[in-house]
């Protein structure tokens, strides 16, 4: 077996809602967990001992495991999925280096319950065109990957909700919905507390974009032009999730590295 290796917390934030996030393992036992309910951002939660019950879903995946400080839990169990041929990393310091470093850590308590393939279950109304795309994004990148979204006749919401146990967002009358001059995606950033200056700015554009204010965001007409764009190139609504998921990881790594860089012709005029 080859010598058990790490990622650090900078390493891991960095990677975090993007395309080549790895899956992250909480490991945590019940009781380190029980002091600190809450997980980094996308993590499922699995007991250590049997963590090589999920060796056949991660084949081919690249895996970080974490416990509470990053030493004998998270290093067997890293250790196990490596025997299994899974490219696996432990956290350098666990969720409390982690903290420490005040990157983002999600409650358990306001997320949906799962269903029984593990996954979280929504519902919203069909042909969605901004906030009802922002917030799978959201979810997907940042809570839960393989979440599963269902878009149906508006006034079948609650009612799908109800007989197929998900959760109902972005219509009147439930909490995960619009509140005073905030959208929904406002909403899920409060709930989960993910509060970041990228994610914040990217809500403000959200927000332009959804409530037809392009006042707050230079970026909020364009987000609404490419979103209105993909709502007339697919009659699938799952389709146009998948083909927008690309424009919000754009927005999303320009809101965190990128805002200061301008464009122009020649090159040379704006620095290169």
């Known amino acids: ?125 069909q042909r969605p065109k901004i906030d009802r795309i922002a917030c799978p994004w959201l979810i997907r990148r940042f809570v839960d990957p393989r979440a599963q979204f269902l878009f149906v006749a508006p006034s079948d919401v609650l009612d799908v909700a109800e007989k197929f146990d998900a959760t109902p967002f972005d219509i009147e009358g439930v909490p995960w919905s619009h509140k005073g001059d905030h959208c929904t995606f406002d909403t899920m950033l409060d709930a989960f507390t993910l509060r970041t200056s990228p994610l914040d700015h990217l809500a403000t554009i959200v927000r332009g974009a959804d409530t037809n204010r392009h006042d707050l965001a230079p970026e909020a007409a364009g987000l609404l032009a490419a979103s209105l764009g993909l709502s007339r190139m697919y009659r699938d609504d799952l389709a146009q999730l998948d083909a927008a998921m690309g424009i919000y990881d754009a927005f999303d790594r320009w809101a965190r590295d990128a805002t200061d860089e301008g464009h122009d012709w020649p090159a040379s005029s704006a620095g290169g």
């Open 1 to 125: 077996m080859p010598s058990p290796t790490e990622i650090t917390v900078a390493q891991l934030a960095r990677l975090i809602g993007t395309p080549a996030a790895p899956v992250i393992i909480d490991t945590c036992s019940d009781d380190d967990f029980a002091l600190d309910p809450r997980i980094i951002p996308t993590a499922m939660r699995h007991p250590f001992r049997d963590v090589a019950a999920l060796a056949p879903m991660l084949q081919g995946k690249r895996v970080v495991v974490y416990c509470q400080k990053g030493k004998k839990i998270s290093q067997g169990a890293a250790a196990i999925l490596r025997d299994a041929g899974i490219e696996t990393e432990t956290l350098a310091g666990g969720v409390v280096a982690w903290a420490a470093a005040g990157a983002p850590l999600v409650p358990i308590a306001p997320m949906p319950k799962p269903n029984a393939e593990g996954r979280t279950v929504w519902v919203t109304r």
